[in-house]
Every structure is written in structure tokens, then in C-alpha cells.
């Protein structure tokens, strides 16, 4: 156990090496002396748009087109209220289209596009809001609208058509939807990530994923499957995605497309999706305060109090980055030949996890204060 928890603390301090060093494929400089950086193996395609200047603060590849996996429900969504008024929305339809932007559900997804066209939906949606790197899935692959290929740059305009053009009542239903966006998809996936894990409050986020195995918030009821690559979009690698609005008024637009290698562990991904996007330049962003550390051991739970007889909140994805708020001693644990009281305080998930899990040698994490009073937020 010693050498595991060597080899791993070893790892995690490579790691943060690794993200203040230029990679080959950074983006530009971006504000306050931050620079992007993609991790190695990561292809990443990145939009961050100001609305206030109405400029780009970040762009890489940018023009690129990924398998949008879950980002496509956007367009299932107002694709099916383009002509249809919010208010006259049969109660069924409104919890399903909700349920499908707030929880990514790929039931209600899978509804809308056998219902309203299945391909067409993206045709008409290209063609309504001008898209120029969207297409529909591949031929051979029609019914799977997570392949329909997107861009960081198309996410942008679709954004910007859901907060400068589209009639209110939508604007208000699809953002209200994607400002309450639960901490995990009904498909059991951990859909913390990324803009939502690297900025506060007022935020709003629609994520994708494709190609992982679910380790977190609860068992998969329909595991990814990888398919091989087609029509010039890569549907092998796994696919992570993180999109949505930042700040006051939705000030910044922020789209965030990544395929990771072979293999690659759903918190790997997260964790190195997470880190780039907190890497961005994103104007009006309140940045999440607290100290990042790695994560170890499979299953993971994040309790409601420091005892492991108090509630399981969630179950973080194996291996993942989290952000600690404070610590504070609780139950004492031991994972031979470890003993350790003190937990740490997660603020993004609302609960505790022993230290004994938290990648760092000692029993009390460095810089971070102890908590003080509770709820800690």
C-alpha cells in the first residue's frame, strides 16, 4: 500500500508539472498571464466568446468538427420548439425536453429524433442558424445522433441564437433547463465537469460524452460502446465535451470539445478536460476557490458528514481531480498500514471524503484551512 500511495502522489505532482509547461499545441497567451495548454494526447477544439466586446478571448481549432455525443441535444431541443410556443407544451413534453438538457437524458433524446426526423432535425437546424461546420451522423449510422459532427465555433452560434434571437419563452426554458443541470446524467455518468467544476455560479452547461465506462454517481444502465471512425469524424477515441455560459447576463460563451486515447479512465479525462478549462480566459468568470488534488481507489463516496455512517451523496469517478475547501478531523480510518482522521471538504459535490483517498503523503493536506463552521461552502 506504501508504494501505491508513493507512486501516486509522485504521479500526481508530475501531473501538475506538466500542466504549467507549454505543450506544442497551446492556445494564445490567454488574460491574466494564464496560458492554455492541452494535455499530451488530448485533441481539443476550444471557443471562449466575450458577448460584452463581442470578440473571442480563446480559440483552437475552433473549425474542427467532433462527435457532439450529447451537445447535439441542444439542437434536438430547439429544433422541436422552433415552431411550437413554450407555453402550449403538453406537461409530458416539458419534463422530457428538461429532463434532457438538465440530466442529458438519451431516452428523451432518442424520442425526439425518431419523432421529428431523426437527420433532418440537424439539416434544418444547419440551415436555420447558419452552421457551417455541423452535419448530420454518418449514413451508416442514422439513428445514433450523438455522432452528428459539431464544432466548437457552430456551439457558439448556437448559444448566441438561444440568448440574442430565439423568442423568450425558449430562451428562458433551454437556459433555466441548463442553469439547473444535475451533478449526474441519468445514464449514471458524473457530469461535473469542466465549466462546471472550474467556475462558480451564475453558470449554465450542456455536457457530453461518448465512449467511457461510468465509474461515478451510480451504476450505467447503458454503457458507451466504441464504434470505428467514419465520414472524417473520429467516433472511436472517447469523447468529452464541456459547453455552456459563464457570468453575469451569460457574458462568456465557452465551448470546450476533447477525444482522449485509447483507454483512457472516464477521471482522467474529466480530470484533464477540467483542468484545461480552468486554463481559459474567460471574462466575467468567479473562478472556484479551494486547492485541486488528485483522487485514488475505485468507488469513491462522498458523504454527508466526516463518518462513513453518514449518507452517500455520490460516487466520484475513479482516479478523478477534486477541489477541496477546507478539512477538518472526523472518523478515524485505516487502510493498513494508513490511519487518518482528518476528511476533506468538497465543496462542488456538498460533502466529505477521508483524506486517506486524497493523493498527498501526509494526513493533513498542505494550504488548506480547516473548516470552521458548517454547511461548507
Known amino acids: ?7 501516486l502522489a509522485v504521479a500526481a505532482t508530475l501531473a501538475a ?12 497567451a490567454a488574460g491574466g498571464g494564464r496560458a492554455v495548454t492541452v494535455p499530451p494526447g488530448v485533441t481539443a477544439g476550444i471557443a471562449v466568446y466575450d458577448r460584452q466586446t463581442g470578440t473571442f478571448t480563446e480559440q483552437l481549432h475552433a473549425h474542427t468538427p467532433f462527435r457532439s455525443a450529447s451537445v447535439v441535444k441542444l439542437l434536438i431541443a430547439l429544433d422541436h420548439l422552433w415552431d411550437r410556443p413554450v407555453a402550449t407544451l403538453p406537461p409530458e413534453d ?14 428523451a433524446a432518442s424520442h425526439y429524433w425518431t419523432t421529428d426526423g431523426g437527420s433532418a432535425i440537424v ?5 436555420r442558424l447558419g452552421l457551417g461546420d455541423t452535419a448530420p451522423p454518418p449514413a451508416a449510422h442514422p439513428g445514433y445522433w450523438g455522432y452528428t459532427a459539431l464544432s ?15 423568442p423568450a419563452a425558449v430562451r428562458a426554458f433551454v437556459m433555466d433547463n441548463l442553469r439547473a443541470a444535475t451533478p449526474c446524467g441519468t445514464d449514471g455518468f458524473d457530469q461535473s465537469f469542466g465549466i462546471a467544476a472550474a467556475f462558480d455560479r451564475p453558470r449554465a452547461v450542456k455536457q457530453g460524452w461518448s465512449g467511457f465506462t461510468s465509474d461515478g454517481c451510480a451504476d450505467a444502465s447503458r454503457p458507451s460502446v466504441r464504434r470505428a471512425g467514419t465520414a472524417g469524424v473520429d467516433l472511436r477515441r472517447g469523447a468529452l465535451h464541456t459547453t455552456g455560459t459563464v457570468g453575469a447576463g451569460d457574458r462568456s460563451i465557452v ?13 482522467k479525462a474529466y480530470s484533464d478536460l477540467s483542468r484545461l478549462t480552468r486554463s481559459l480566459n474567460v471574462p466575467g468568470a468567479t473562478r472556484s476557490s479551494g486547492s485541486w488534488f488528485g483522487t485514488w481507489g475505485p468507488a469513491l ?11 452517500v451523496l455520490t460516487t466520484l469517478p475513479d482516479g478523478v481531480d477534486v477541489r ?6 472526523g472518523e478515524k480510518l485505516t487502510v493498513p498500514p494508513y490511519t487518518n482522521d482528518w476528511w476533506s471538504y468538497l465543496p462542488a459535490y456538498g460533502g466529505y471524503v477521508s483524506n486517506i483517498y486524497v493523493t498527498y503523503p501526509g494526513n493533513r493536506l498542505p494550504d488548506v484551512p480547516e473548516c470552521t463552521d458548517g454547511p461548507h461552502a
Open 324 to 329: 477541496v475547501g477546507c478539512q477538518h478531523r
Open 152 to 166: 466548437a465555433a457552430d456551439t457558439v452560434t448556437i448559444y448566441r441564437h438561444v440568448l440574442e434571437a430565439a
Open 123 to 127: 439539416r434544418r437546424m444547419i440551415t
Open 1 to 7: 500500500m506504501s508504494s501505491i500511495r508513493t507512486r
Open 255 to 267: 465551448a470546450v470539445f476533447t477525444l482522449h486515447p485509447d483507454g483512457t479512465p472516464y477521471g
Open 17 to 28: 508539472i506538466t500542466l504549467c509547461v507549454p505543450d506544442p499545441v497551446a492556445a494564445g
Open 301 to 311: 463516496q462522498v458523504r454527508a458528514a466526516a463518518t462513513t455512517d453518514s449518507a
Open 94 to 107: 416539458r419534463e422530457r425536453l428538461g429532463i434532457m438538457l438538465r440530466s442529458s437524458d438519451d431516452d
